[in-house]
């Protein structure tokens, strides 16, 4: 229920917030209405959650409700960083600082000064780029590779994991220094099983987001409730691809295949009492050739959609990111989004 004080601390919240998609009922509610006088502070803030729980949601919520709104939001993938370049890319580097240095370039740091660094699955970052962060947290300046004089940066810091990071401390995985410089606020990210109060809300949010010109929101009131039943075990990511899957469907005219219905979805087969003993018990028959084919399809059916999203629904751009023919794309779209669950595609 509604308490008087989240109701009060609902009103500081503008309408347009895209926090304002998270159920005033939500156990993450709470911590949506203090993220704006949590941002004036000054403290490092850290996500945790399972992955696609929407936590790069959270940072750029946060950064949006705080002073740095009008600064840049800069996101960044902690374990895609290689750990031969990482100070180049941490702190940029200089024309000329090495082999293949033809231009100034301002790394991670420099490029989120005056804004927010979001640092994404802060617990996939090497030890060694870790020792590189920590010091330039710590001085809150930057030196770039080639460089002489270091530079004084100012940024808002988000960090994000689906890790423990305690426990990464534990086993010598994870700087113990570096945990208690980016934790001094952290939140927890419920999954979606637990707040399925905020689906309907957020469905809309993601909608008018990422597939508005797909046309109006396809879902009625009784599909919207149906959201409810789903376990939705990628979270938001499964949601954002439920949705974009029915925003492609809308705009070929294709109905929806049978697998994208908003009905419950089956409990899984209870364990057998004993252990199978042979290798056919263990892991059943093995699949037609047929099968093969269509998980080959499915597949690749989810990749191009996959490309499409990333693409901004611009399929030349998706193809060329495939190294596929538009042509190839088109049909492989088209061959999943009409092929009933469990049927093969043509």
């Not at 009784?222 to 939705?232: D, H, I, K």
């Not at 004993?274 to 099968?291: I, K």
Request: proline letters at 10%; glycine letters at 8%; a positive charge.
């Amino acid at each position: 229920m509604e308490t008087t004080t989240t109701r009060n601390e609902k009103r500081h919240l503008p309408p347009e917030t895209p926090g304002m998609d998270v159920h005033p009922d939500s156990p993450l509610f709470p911590w949506i209405v203090r993220l704006a006088p949590l941002s004036l502070c000054g403290f490092p803030l850290h996500v945790r959650g399972e992955t696609g729980s929407g936590k790069e949601r959270i940072a750029r919520l946060f950064h949006l409700l705080s002073p740095r709104a009008a600064g840049p939001f800069v996101a960044v993938n902690c374990g895609a960083i290689p750990k031969g370049t990482a100070e180049s890319a941490l702190f940029g580097h200089r024309r000329g600082a090495f082999t293949g240095a033809a231009a100034d370039h301002r790394g991670y740091l420099e490029q989120a000064d005056g804004g927010t660094l979001f640092l994404d699955e802060i617990g996939e970052m090497p030890p060694e780029v870790q020792v590189l962060l920590l010091r330039a947290l710590q001085e809150r300046e930057i030196v770039p590779v080639g460089g002489e004089r270091p530079r004084p940066v100012s940024f808002a810091l988000v960090s994000a994991t689906h890790r423990n990071l305690r426990e990464l401390v534990a086993r010598g995985l994870f700087r113990e220094d570096l945990y208690h410089r980016i934790c001094a606020l952290t939140i927890d990210i419920p999954p979606l099983s637990e707040r399925p109060m905020d689906l309907p809300r957020l469905a809309l949010a993601l909608w008018k987001e990422r597939h508005a010109a797909a046309g109006p929101f396809p879902l009625d009131a009784a599909e919207l409730a149906g959201l409810c039943f789903r376990r939705w075990s990628g979270n938001v990511r499964e949601l954002d691809n439920w949705l974009c899957r029915r925003a492609w469907a809308r705009r070929w005219d294709l109905s929806p295949a049978e697998e994208w219905s908003v009905a419950e979805e089956p409990s899984p087969a209870p364990a057998r009492e004993r252990a199978p003993e042979t290798p056919r018990a263990l892991f059943g028959s093995p699949p037609s050739v047929a099968e093969l084919r269509r998980r080959s399809r499915a597949a690749k059916g989810e990749e191009a959609f996959e490309a499409l999203a990333r693409a901004g629904g611009n399929k030349c751009a998706a193809a060329k990111a495939l190294r596929i023919p538009r042509s190839t794309l088109d049909y492989r779209l088209k061959a999943f989004v009409t092929a009933p669950a469990g049927v093969p595609a043509p």
